[in-house]
Nanobody, 120 residues
Framework: QVQLVESGGGLVQAGGSLRLSCAASGRTSFSSIDMGWFRQAPGKEREFVAAIRWSGGNTNYADSVKGRFTVSRDNAKSTVFLQMNSLKPEDTGVYYC????????????WGQGTQVTVSS
């Protein structure tokens, strides 16, 4: 079992930056699980944003955020981060972090989400 709590959302102007954090807890060792970030805009389906493997060595990003967002993790603090730069109004939405075991293809554990609003 993994519990996830996101923080760091807020209101920012276009071109600005935000850093999201997701703290994990539970019986599973954080350093053994893959982490991902997803977002859901109003009226749209949830979409993948970024992911980082358990070791931190492999990352991947949605095309829409490549070059602007950076995912990282601190296994000692059981926390994953999403640094978001050059934010655009279309980045607005609820951002969720998620966790899965490396052997799984789907994410099984989800946080409650944090709102990010980018004004034009």
């Amino acid at each position: 079992q993994v519990q996830l709590v996101e923080s760091g959302g807020g209101l920012v102007q276009a071109g600005g930056s935000l850093r999201l954090s997701c703290a994990a807890s539970g019986r599973t060792s954080f350093s053994s699980i893959d982490m991902g970030w997803f977002r859901q805009a109003p009226g749209k389906e949830r979409e993948f944003v970024a992911a980082i493997r358990w070791s931190g060595g492999n990352t991947n990003y949605a095309d829409s955020v490549k070059g602007r967002f950076t995912v990282s993790r601190d296994n000692a603090k059981s926390t994953v981060f999403l640094q978001m730069n050059s934010l655009k109004p279309e980045d607005t939405g609820v951002y969720y972090c998620a966790a899965k075991y490396p052997s799984r293809s789907r994410y099984d554990y989800w946080g409650q989400g944090t709102q990010v609003t980018v004004s034009s």
